[in-house]
């Protein structure tokens, strides 16, 4: 019945709680199946989540920073630059890297003179700017 219900874990399935508690660290002695259970979902669904809205809030702050610092490029020198690397002076602490991997957003200038901007999300993947998989930057539209 708890599988039917939860449809995540059966907590009616023989687990050695003890274990489970002491290697966790959650409680002392035996583990009640439902609050370990909660457990379990929480932290299934919690941090994935937690993780994904860190990434992708921290990927959308460095992109803005880097398109400020493109445009800038573009305005004191007519246009974009062919790398990132050209935006080190305006970093002084190091231009943002990729969040989820550690390595530069990946950039290209495109064929009408903009540039495309993106970042791997959290499946660390480059999708080559495939805006489904991909966190990839999206100037406003000016009204």
């Known amino acids: 019945?708890?599988?039917?219900?939860?449809?995540?874990?059966?907590?009616?399935?023989?687990?050695?709680?003890?274990?489970?508690?002491?290697?966790?660290?959650?409680?002392?002695?035996?583990?009640?199946?439902?609050?370990?259970?909660?457990?379990?979902?929480?932290?299934?669904?919690?941090?994935?989540?937690?993780?994904?809205?860190?990434?992708?809030?921290?990927?959308?702050?460095?992109?803005?920073?880097?398109?400020?610092?493109l445009e800038s490029q573009k305005r004191a020198t007519g246009d974009y630059p062919d790398r990132l690397d050209a935006l080190a002076p305006a970093f002084p602490g190091g231009s943002p890297h990729d969040v989820a991997t550690g390595q530069p957003y990946f950039y290209e200038k495109t064929p009408d003179g903009s540039f495309r901007l993106w970042g791997t999300g959290m499946d660390r993947w480059n999708h080559d700017g495939n805006a489904k998989l991909d966190l990839v930057w999206r100037p406003a539209e000016l009204r």
Do not use: K
Request: proline content about 4%.
């Open 1 to 69: 019945m708890a599988q039917f219900f939860f449809g995540i874990r059966n907590v009616s399935a023989p687990h050695n709680w003890d274990a489970l508690a002491s290697s966790t660290g959650l409680l002392d002695g035996e583990v009640d199946p439902l609050n370990w259970w909660y457990f379990s979902l929480s932290r299934q669904l919690v941090q994935p989540n937690l993780a994904r809205y860190t990434i992708d809030n921290q990927t959308r702050l460095d992109q803005t920073r880097l398109a400020l610092a």
